[in-house]
């Protein structure tokens, strides 16, 4: 039971990896489908329809700063890695916010993407606004980076 | 099918919508001086014009449409139901070809599920069970029904109907809502087409129940009642149903409801403009192809014909785009 702590904690950073990554790894895979789509008609769209496939990518790199901080954090990368069992949990909790914010984002992120490149492949003027439709989406994994991003490198100090 | 999405597939069709003929376009066509005039339209619009042909010009666009959905879609099989129609008609031609024993040149069309010919060969080797399991009992009782009573009309009701429940069946099971709407409104148009005629040329009620096919927006037995007494009872129970607005169309031709439906269907399949996910826009976009095909028919034919342009402006349909 000693050892639980430091389980919790690395389980916490996996999640955070693993569940961004996965939302991410959807996300532009969907949007990819759809680029590709509108690239086959038009070849000149290329540019365009790239930037707006990339952006359901950026919680996957979220995710990972989240993971490597925990890693960091608790002394995994260098150091000692020891800790209590309720310090494992709360930096298992703290890393589950962009865990699971940015699955979903991820996803629904890819969606908005995909219809802005259908509309960019009408309307190649708009793109703008199709990126900031999708960034609508963005700012709800930021808030989810921000909260663990805190609470992982908050937790250090606290003496428990 | 439903559940299965169809992301690079919409975004080539979102592409492609960009080529469908706008309602301005139509306005160009019909405003053009001649027959030559409308193909420069048409050309400038990137169709195959080059033949100079009206029928080449629409077959090879239809052959275009179809060539771009077997590229996208693995089973092109999900939109059979479009062509049923075609098979029917086949099918209803092989068996007059064979029950009068006579060869008749260019009575099949060539776009169905089916090859004509092999539609023929089962008809005259009477081996019902080489077609397709939706064709085989209507082929063999409209076969048997015209050897022994040589009524045409009877042969005709009896694949029409199949025709109209396979159809009907088929968006049912598609599990797809766009096409189970046009099922749905292929059916019932076609009720409220027969049930008209039949009125008309004065069908017994026991007719007009083998004629009409059940569906879920209409009740064909209080129809086909209300064709047997009389035009204005037709009327009267379509004002109850959700083809009230068609009426009007319908008391002025058949026509005038014939674009009516089409019109509603055009309106039906809009939405899918917006649907970025399913196999929704592929199938809304053949069928805008189809309409498409039709109104550039029908202005051709009129242009050919020199026929008024006010004449040929009130068959024209509504487009997609």
Known sequence: MSNMGIVFAI???????LLAGAG???GVGMTGEAAAGVVTEDPSKFGKVLLLQLLPGT???YGLLIAFMTLSQIGVLGGSAEMSLAKGLMYFAACLPMAIVGYWSAIRQARVSVAGIHMVSKKPDQMGKGMIFAAMVETYAILALLVSLLAVTGIGGLNI | MADKQYIYQVARIRSKEMELLTGQNIQQLLASDSYDSC???LSDRGWDVS??????????????????????VEDISVFDVFLYQNDFHNLKAAIKQVCTQEHFQDIYIPDGTVEPQQIEQAVSQRD??????????AAQEAFTALLRTGDGQLCDVIIDSACLAAILQAGRDSGDALILAYAELTVAAADIKTAVRCQRTGKELDFLKRALVPCDSLDAAQLAAAAADSEEAIYSYLERTAYAPGVEALRQSSAAFERWCDDLMMQRIRPQLHNAFTIGPLAAYILARENEEKTVRIILSGKKNHLDESAVAERVRDMYV
């Open chain 1, 11 to 17: 389980l916490g950073a996996a999640l955070a990896a």
């Open chain 1, 24 to 26: 991410s790894a959807v």
């Open chain 1, 59 to 61: 919680q996957g790199i």
């Open chain 2, 39 to 41: 193909l420069r339209v």
């Open chain 2, 51 to 72: 033949s100079g042909d009206a029928d080449t010009i629409l077959a090879i666009q239809r052959q275009n449409t179809w060539a771009l959905m077997e590229e996208l």
């Open chain 2, 128 to 137: 019902f069970g080489a077609l397709p399991p939706r064709m085989q009992k």
